[in-house]
Structures are given as C-alpha cells and as structure tokens.
C-alpha cells in the first residue's frame, strides 16, 4: 500500500502564489509518474498536470500551462506543484496521484492513469 500525503494548500488572493507538495510513503514500488488533479464544486475531477519520475518529462493542461510548474524529487519520492499567477477559477480540492505500474501515455491526463490518491487538499483563490 502506498499513501499520499498532501501539504499546505491555502487562501492566496488573484495573481498571488502556492506551492503544494505531496510525499509518498509506505510499500516500495517503483513510481513510473505522479500528478496532481483538481476538482470544484460541481464539477469532475480534471487533470492538472503531471510529471514522469524516468526523466522527469511534464505535461499540463492548457487552463494552467505557463502558470503552474510541476516538479519531483525522486530520493524523497515527492511531488511539487508551484502555483503563480492565480486566478478564483483555480479554486478547488487539489489531489496528488502516483502511478506504480506502467499504463499507456494515453491514460496519464485521466484519473485511470494512476493507483493512489491523496486525500485532497483545498485551494481558495480570492478576487
């Protein structure tokens, strides 16, 4: 079993800035990528960004592309999302997500491409 833990998410005003950081812990297995999701009220859970822990290749989606940076930190098997730029629309319950076992690329902006969750963290952006 692998848990996730999520730290500090927060109040920031429009245009401030958040770091959340998510660390791995429990049974050893080798992480092949980690992500964050995002999800408002009354809205699904959508894809945030990821992050592939071989190489370290990153993806986002276009709503927080040029804003958000996505960064790991394999030997402490943690994850980082750095937030700038924020606006009250990135306001949501923001989850980590580890893949452990190899899934096709196609899956890795999905909430199918990953095994664990986080228990969520939220993220209040005021205007």
């Known amino acids: 079993q692998v848990q996730l833990v999520e730290v500090v998410g927060g109040l920031v005003q429009a245009g401030g800035s958040l770091r959340l950081s998510c660390a791995a812990s429990?049974?050893?297995?080798?992480?092949?990528?980690m992500g964050w999701f995002r999800q408002a009220p009354g809205n699904e859970r959508e894809f945030v960004a990821t992050?592939?822990?071989?190489?370290?290749?990153?993806y986002y989606a276009d709503s927080v592309k040029d804003r958000f940076t996505i960064s790991g930190d394999n030997a402490k098997k943690t994850v980082y999302l750095q937030m700038n730029s924020l606006k009250p629309e990135d306001t949501a319950v923001y989850y980590c997500?580890?893949?452990?076992?190899?899934?096709?690329?196609?899956?890795?902006?999905?909430?199918?491409?990953?095994?664990?969750w986080g228990q969520g963290t939220q993220v209040t952006v005021s205007s």
């Open positions: 992050i592939t822990c071989s190489i370290g290749r990153t």
């Open positions: 997500a580890a893949r452990t076992t190899p899934k096709p690329s196609g899956r890795w902006t999905t909430s199918t491409g990953y095994d664990y």
């Open positions: 429990g049974r050893t297995l080798s992480n092949y990528g």
